[in-house]
């Protein structure tokens, strides 16, 4: 359907082919619709004007008006050194306005003893209010605009956009882009709709999420737009359930065998608790009905998900199919595999693994059992994913940590057989079940909401360094006393050089204060071999150390039931769901274990909520709550990070769930009456369908 709105972005006045390019490649703007769509992500209110004498340093940085005439000019500085200053004042006070760039054009629009509005982000200087690069506009001019609207939008920006167009110059693109595309933006919901979930029009919305009169209809707008978002996601995702449920062709799994039963009744280390057992249950339920399954599994840290995982494998193997199970690092998918080899040692089961570090021998043994049937359970990376693993029949997969892995990654899994396999993804991180459903699509959740009993809550504290030798003593006592201890170092990206370096100084120091014989420390982090990792993990498992120095690789799945205390360096540079992940590595045996959280004096606000949510709770739920809170709107991004399978721009799942939800009751209401979007009025809504779908690029329908 040919559509106004997709033509070039060139077309509208003020850009043509140089900015067109431009805005392509720094936001992603191609067509005129894209541009509408490029909403201001945070609004000032410009009915507000400040005396100077209010204009103080909690405003440091943020944008405001004042009202004042200017007194007087001064140049300074030569070349590119160069600087304008002009002064203003009121009644109350004065202001420096300063310009490093363009003062050719400034220096002819402020004239001395004239009276201006001026619009900047004031910053403070021994007492003195500065504002570099202001916004100027004579007050006679300013007051009688009629196009001046209570609230300006501030666009998200690149140092290059801020350059070449300035937020000025961006905001009349936008005005440009509206003029002409005004008349063209038609509404795609149906009436009943709009009337039934209180939405106004489209092209009010469009509007006034760019030029809102007022808060109210700034609020209006928001709703619908992200109605909108919301409404094409649902969708999506319950034209995809009806699919999946009417296609019929889930393999069936109606025999508890011989594996399952020897395994449940001579092998199991410990009895299930009763929530293992109701998910092993619903995971029964599910593969005999013929539909596919697509199931999450939340737990928190410690529940016993690897033991759900094993036990269906076992039930999939029993009715003649493989199983594999995917795990985000080289070191959790060794360890499962260690365990499950353990555990399962002289059954009549075959496991296997493949990792990217995988030797030729081990790759070959892999690959080829995988191939001709020989292999029942293959456990790796994400090397599972591989064009040239071939199952000779898949039937099951497991993805454990599914919050590691890109929607892409989970999706090529599924493609292993002729019909897709079942599917269980494990996290630890629990999240709401419209959320979850929004963020990956069509799936059943089901929760182990019980940790395995005798456990003893860990007991956190936070420290600065001012306190390490008191840790060191503590740290000593439990060494003393035959516990183990990790001592962990974040690792990010962006800093990783200087990361490692702390970690190195970390690891000397340790081995300096805990010396040999008494103490015996070893070392793992991302840049060493494989093997040399994997060794260290070793030493570390089978007691032959008693310290480990790490960074976050161990975050994840990590199981040594011996280790009792867990010290986290620059614990304020961690995310709150990270460090409820690392301190699930310890208090997994008997015996109390402790976390211990070090950072420097001096904390954000945020950082210090996170750390005292950890010394206040252990609830994995209760800290997952709290984290979407801290992190808000600024979550979007991350969950991307992290596999969200649909393109959102406005709406955000945790901050909107309860638009999440009527959406979604609209979607169903919508595919009750038109289940294939086929009535001629309901066109618009395939086509909302398809924008926030992920299915562009690979068959939606195998996207958990
Ligand atoms: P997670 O859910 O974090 O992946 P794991 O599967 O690694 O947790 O289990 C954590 C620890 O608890 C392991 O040492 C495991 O053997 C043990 N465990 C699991 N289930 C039980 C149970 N029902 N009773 C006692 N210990 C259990
Ligand atoms: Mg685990």
């Known amino acids: 359907m040919a559509n106004w709105l997709d033509n070039s972005v060139k077309y509208v006045a ?327 080899s353990r555990q399962t040692e002289g059954m009549n089961l075959r496991v296997a693994i493949l990792t990217g570090s995988s030797k030729a021998v081990e790759r070959r043994h892999a690959l080829e059992g995988i191939a001709s049937g020989e292999v029942d359970i293959l456990i790796g990376t994400h090397a599972l994913i591989e064009d040239c693993v071939q199952f000779a029949n898949l039937g099951y997969v497991v993805i454990d940590e599914q919050q590691r892995f890109g929607v892409e990654q989970r999706a090529r899994l599924w493609t292993k057989n002729q019909q897709p396999p079942h599917i269980l993804v494990m996290t630890a991180t629990p999240i709401p079940r419209t959320l979850a459903m929004t963020l990956y699509g069509d799936l059943d959740v089901s929760v182990i909401d019980e940790l395995p009993p005798g456990r003893q809550p860990i007991r956190t504290y936070h420290y600065t360094d001012a306190a390490r030798l008191k840790l060191w003593g503590f740290l000593r006592e439990q060494i003393a006393g035959g516990r183990q201890v990790y001592v962990v170092y974040p690792l990010i990206k962006e800093s990783e050089t200087m990361d490692y370096k702390d970690l190195e100084d970390g690891f000397e120091s340790i081995v300096r204060d805990f010396p040999l014989p008494t103490y015996r420390v070893t070392v793992c982090h991302g840049k060493m071999k494989p093997q040399d990792k994997e060794e260290s993990m070793r030493q570390f498992k089978d007691h032959e150390a008693d310290i480990l120095v790490a960074t976050s690789v161990i975050e994840v799945g990590v199981d040594v039931p011996n280790a009792t205390v867990m010290v986290i360096e620059s614990a304020e540079r961690f995310g709150l769901s990270q460090l409820h992940q690392l301190r699930g590595r310890v208090g997994r045996g008997g015996g109390q274990s402790f976390c211990i959280l070090m950072s420097g004096e001096k904390l954000s606000r945020e950082a210090r909520q996170r750390l005292q949510a950890m010394c206040q709770t252990t609830d994995g739920f209760r800290l997952a709550e709290l984290d979407l809170k801290l992190r808000g709107a600024g979550d979007i991004n991350g969950t991307q990070q992290s596999g969200m399978a649909f393109d959102l721009k406005i709406a955000n799942p945790t901050l909107d769930a309860d638009l999440l939800q009527t959406a979604r009751e609209a979607a169903i209401r919508v595919l009750a009456t038109d289940p294939q979007l086929q009535k001629a009025e309901n066109q618009p809504l395939r086509t909302l369908r398809e924008r926030h779908s992920a299915g562009q690029r690979f068959d939606f329908s195998m996207i958990s």
């Open 14 to 340: 003020g850009v043509g082919e140089v900015r067109a390019k431009l805005l392509e490649k720094e936001l992603g703007i191609i067509t005129i619709g894209d541009l509408l769509s490029f909403y201001p992500f945070r609004y000032v209110d410009r009915t507000k004007i400040y005396s100077i004498a209010e204009v103080n340093t909690s405003m440091d940085s943020s944008l405001v008006q004042v009202r004042a005439r200017i007194t007087g000019v001064a140049y300074s500085g030569t070349g590119r050194k160069q600087r304008f200053t002009a002064f203003a004042s009121d009644s109350t006070g004065s202001v420096e306005l300063t310009w490093f760039r363009g003062i050719k054009w400034v220096e002819k629009s402020v004239e001395v003893g004239r009276e201006y509005i001026i619009f900047g982000r004031p910053s403070f200087y021994r007492g003195e209010v500065q504002f570099a690069h202001p916004e100027l506009e004579l007050v006679e001019q300013a007051l009688n605009r009629t196009d001046r609207f209570a609230m300006q939008g501030i666009y998200s920006s690149t140092e290059k956009i801020a350059s070449t167009l300035g937020t000025k110059g961006f905001i009349k693109l936008i005005r440009n882009a509206w003029a002409v595309a005004e008349k063209h933006i038609v509404e795609r919901l149906p009436e009943w709709l709009l009337d039934q979930y209180s939405l106004v029009p489209l092209r009010q919305a469009m509007h006034d999420i760019h030029f809102p009169p007022s808060a109210e209809r700034l609020k209006a707008a928001e709703r619908r737009l992200k109605f909108d978002e919301f409404l094409g996601v649902q969708l999506s995702v319950q034209s995809l359930r009806s699919d999946r449920l009417s296609r019929r062709n889930g393999f069936l799994f109606p025999k508890v065998g011989e594996l399952f039963n020897d395994f449940f009744n001579n092998r199991l280390p410990f009895s299930l608790t009763t929530a293992q057992k109701r998910v092993i249950k619903e995971i029964r339920q599910d593969t005999v009905t013929g539909y596919q399954m697509n199931r999450l599994l939340q737990g928190d840290v410690g529940s016993g998900k690897t033991m759900v995982a094993l036990m269906s494998m076992l039930l999939a193997i029993d009715n003649g199919f493989q199983a594999c199970m995917m795990a985000p690092t080289e070191i959790l998918a060794r360890q499962h595999y260690a365990t499950i």
